[in-house]
């Protein structure tokens, strides 16, 4: 048993960059069949993946691989995983009958121009159950808002909240359905709402490092929300700009016209143009160009002889 001043002992957070999300392992407590496993990283980074989890497992075995939400970043390596330790992989319930027939449109890979290598799950994990794991009972806690299917996982004993992108020590990951036309921005608030109530002493955020200052963590996100509320197109190209990165991050570097074009093809970012940018740029490639420039600008890419490159 952990004691009240070790929240997070016996279990192994392995922070990632921002292609692939943090992996936790929650190691087995005495009796239990072996560890499981939170979310697994991007496809490019999966064998990468599996060389963290099986130097954290240190020879026990795999029992269980749970994803909180879809998202190539926190899904992209299950497949890998479960070839390399067998474990059966269970997925929040939204969007289970699209992975099981892989429905291209259904699911986010097509619409965001983002690779994921097709994988079978075993089950589904449904908001109010309990996950029992490493001697914890973790409530599965339906968390709405950059994904409509995602799930935070709570420890009420210790205070542990794996909250996935619905809260991050600064911030949350982009509003997805907002960028889809669909509402968003409520379900996103009523999440940060409902982390106020619980009685939690550490977050394991999806992306960056664990942190304990949860209201200072709450006070940026819905001063960061509000923004967006207010000018929504605010948050449409923060999201076009988090979607043109992300690719970068996969491609490591592209040619400037191999990147137009592939912005030009993704429905997600032809989407937002539409809505929120026609009058700044006459074309997706237009607004693919300006948007470079401005992460050029502010280093998060490079443009050398016609090559962007991810910084």
């Known amino acids: 048993m952990t004691t009240p001043q070790e929240p997070l002992a016996g279990l192994t957070v392995l922070e990632r960059g921002w292609l692939s999300s943090n992996n936790l392992v929650i190691h087995a407590a005495a009796g239990e069949a072996g560890a499981v496993l939170v979310d697994c990283g991007h496809v490019n980074h999966a064998e990468q993946t599996v060389a963290l989890v099986r130097h954290a497992l240190a020879g026990a075995p795999l029992a269980r ?8 970043d926190h899904c992209g390596g299950n497949a890998t995983l479960q070839r390399a330790f067998g474990a059966p992989l269970f997925i929040p319930p939204g969007q289970a009958g699209a992975v099981a027939s892989w429905d291209a449109a259904a699911l986010s890979y097509q619409a965001t ?3 994921c290598e097709r994988f079978e799950p075993q ?4 908001p109010g159950e309990v996950l029992a794991a490493g001697g914890r009972a973790w ?16 420890d009420a004993e210790h205070g542990v ?6 809260l991050w020590e600064h911030g949350f990951g982009v509003v997805f359905p907002e960028i889809a036309g669909e509402p968003g921005f409520d379900d996103v608030a009523e999440v940060l709402d409902l982390i106020e109530t619980l009685p939690v002493r550490v977050v394991i955020p999806g992306h960056r490092n664990p942190f304990t200052d949860v209201a200072a963590a709450l006070a940026r996100s819905r001063s960061r929300l509000a923004a967006f509320v207010a000018q929504p197109e605010r948050h449409a190209r923060h999201a076009a700009k988090v979607l043109l990165k992300y690719h970068l991050m996969e491609e490591q570097s592209q040619a400037q016209a191999a990147l137009r074009d592939w912005a030009a093809a993704t429905p997600l970012f032809t989407g937002v143009w539409q809505a929120h940018a026609r009058r700044e740029a006459e074309t997706p490639h237009d607004w693919c160009d300006a948007l470079t420039a401005e992460l050029v600008a502010a280093g998060a890419l490079q443009l050398q002889a016609g090559v962007v490159t991810d910084c």
């Open 65 to 72: 691989i749970v994803n909180t939400h879809l998202h190539s």
């Open 113 to 115: 121009g983002q690779r």
């Open 139 to 154: 409530q599965v806690i339906g968390a709405p808002g950059h994904d409509p299917h995602s799930l935070m996982l709570f």
């Open 123 to 126: 089950g589904v994990l449904h």
């Open 161 to 166: 909240l794996v909250s996935a992108d619905a």
